[in-house]
């Protein structure tokens, strides 16, 4: 991470050094030189003026002429060897020429036929930078901008930073790893986003781990039964025993197909891992749907759907109807004769109620049954112990919740609560 802001960090400092050598040309090529022909124009009369009265004045009369001459300039006019300049060859080409030359700040005309020049000036300095000024100028910006952008990278190179060093950590395996937030107002939002992803990641591991340790208990039963009774299909002395354990093995393995769907099901409706469409559903026909599939499964136990205003929300669909299905599965399972099915709205929340008259569930179990393979009762009853944890992970990821309290009807109510 230090390389990559140190990479960036010298391509920008190439980019402004780029930009300043780019204005320098553009200076020197346009300005400069659009200077230089304006100067030149404009001061070459005059020195082109000196020149002629110089010659025409003659030897004999040099010294009055330049008197005559340097009081017309407010600079000086003076006689210089050639030699004594330095010129590129395209101004000698022009002073050969009888042109007058910017040189420096004077200007030069050569006299003819001698190696002579009337030089004017030092000129008047002309108000504005120079080409030194404008460079120096810009390179001072260019260096201003450079510490600036240094200044505001280093916390943000420092930020990420931890963040790299927080992502070897729980590369190593240490999943417990976050960034320290603190305080912090500066902190960038990819540090809380970070803090999130290693959460849900470490929240999935462990979930996935106790989920593995306690399929492979669950497992276990159902194998077992189906490993004795094989055995005793072999020793069976008759053939109605032999039919008697072939059941058996197809009783087991029926309980190991529903456990391994109840599974799948669990582990695809893992909170947020899955993606549905949402539609607006009508939760009333949803409660209806799920006393008419499960009542018949039950028929010592009455069922029914109390009136209410219908209550319409857009959702998941087909997870609702699944969390009210198993709600309304294990309230037959545990009742006595009756399960009621309520549907209301409170404020933001659309709410179901499950009430049964049976047992109930003390308030030491009440979260409990909410976890994986978690049962009550005898381990031998119908059923895997994951209904009611996929309930939950299904309200989760609806941004909802399911809870359980002590029904009016003396058993268990469970109620599912989701933002409308």
Known sequence: MTRLFIRFYLGVILILFIAWV?????FRGTTETENIA???????????????????????????????????????VNIVKRSERRMTSAMSARVDLGEAVLNGNKIDV????????????????????????????LGSVFLLVAGAIAVLLRPIARQFRIVEKTAIAITDGDFSARINEGKRKRALPIVGAFNKMAERVESLLRSQKELLQAVSHELRTPLARIKFATELVRTADSETKRQQRLESIDEATDRLDDLVGE?????????????????TVQVNDLAADAISLYAPLYPEIRFQLTDSPEVDMTTYRAGLSRAIGNLVSNAGKYASSKVILSVSRESDLMTVAVDDDGPGIAKADREEVFKPFTRLTKHDEPGSGLGLALVRRICRRLNGEVSVTESELGGAKFVIRLPK
């Not at 780019?22 to 553009?26: G, K, P, S």
């Not at 124009?41 to 004999?60: C, F, K, P, Q, T």
């Not at 050569?110 to 100028?137: C, I, K, M, Q, W």
């Open 110 to 137: 050569a006299l003819p036929e001698t190696e002579l020049l009337v030089e004017l000036g030092p000129l008047p300095r002309f108000a504005g930078p120079t080409h030194s000024d404008v460079l120096l100028g």
């Open 22 to 26: 780019i204005q320098a040309y553009v």
């Open 263 to 279: 599974l799948l099901d669990y582990s695809r409706l893992d909170e947020g891992s899955e993606t549905a469409a949402y539609e």
């Open 38 to 76: 304006v100067i030149e124009h404009a001061l070459s009369g005059g020195a082109l003026s000196a020149r002629d009265d110089i010659v025409e004045g003659g030897n004999d009369n040099f010294e009055r002429t330049m008197a005559e001459v340097r009081s017309r300039f407010a600079y000086p």
